[in-house]
């Protein structure tokens, strides 16, 4: 390399040298990056969460390696930060033999199996929006040393997708201890609003963001209600609750037909006790009107 005859030359030159290093380092790294995320196509994309780096390799910080067997790894991604890594998977024969088949490896692997969410908690139910991806299935576990894994379900254009979710952080709480809160909030929080279904609005409707007016529970009852402003038929949208309920493991019972309202009743066996649900939606002149009403059966 030849050096500049005054001392400032000298400065110029090194920051020009310096400059044209960064240059080739940021290109590189541009590279890389593009490199490493464009293999994934935007609706394989959606299958994972948002902000997200995406590429078709397994993170090298996952806890755990997994046997596939026929499901097809279609990519993995890393969070902000690192904070979350997940992986998915396509398969070729509907999702829940390969679900079965990850539950048994994790806990093998001494992963805990936190009890459901939909039994200790409060999942989303009442009227919701267009969702999609949509969650139907979803199991969380817990190790001391590892963190947390979610285990889920989610509905896409390319099919089902199995995800898996790891988290490093631990929280307050072992895992035991964990457990135990799950269990005690379900002593604490006996309402049946949490055995409401959650029915999304069709993709029709995905300009309405808040359909539902919130839920509401007591004693033997609870129920959730909402008005939107459609020209969308009664009977349309009542057909596309069906599906979902039918979907959440609901038997229907009944069909409702009339001038103006259509609907269904459904029944189930939740906690080992029978609930049952009617769901209508009522035309009107340019809206909707949407009820669910659960109770308890004798």
Known sequence: MRWA????????TIHSVRLLAALALASISIEATSTES?????????????????????????????EAGDAELIGSSISHR????QVAWKTNSGPQAFLEQLVDQIIANDWQALPNESEYSYPLVGF????????????????????HLTLSTRASDIGE??????????????????????????????????????????????????????THSGGDQAGS?????TTLPAANLSEHFAEQMAAQGWNLDANL??????????ERVVDRQSVSCIVTVRQGDDRLQMLMHLSRLD
């Open 5 to 12: 005859a005054t001392t400032e030359g000298i400065v110029l």
């Open 38 to 66: 464009c293999c994934v196509d935007s609706d394989i994309a959606e299958a994972f969460l948002s902000n997200m780096t995406y590429s078709r390799d397994w993170p090298e910080q996952f806890p755990i390696k997994i």
């Open 82 to 85: 690192a904070v979350y890594h």
């Open 128 to 147: 919701l929006p267009y969702r999609k991806p949509a969650v139907s299935r979803r199991q969380a576990f817990c190790s001391d040393s590892d963190g």
């Open 161 to 214: 997708i199995v995800t898996l979710t790891h988290s490093a952080q631990h929280g307050s709480q072992s895992c035991a201890e964990a457990i135990a809160s799950y269990k005690n909030h379900a002593a604490a929080s006996p309402s049946l609003s949490r055995y409401l279904p959650g029915l999304s609005l069709p993709k029709s409707l995905a300009h309405i963001r808040h359909p539902s007016r919130g």
């Open 225 to 229: 209600s909402s008005t939107i402003k």
């Open 257 to 266: 037909v009339g001038r103006t309202v259509s609907g269904h009743i459904w």
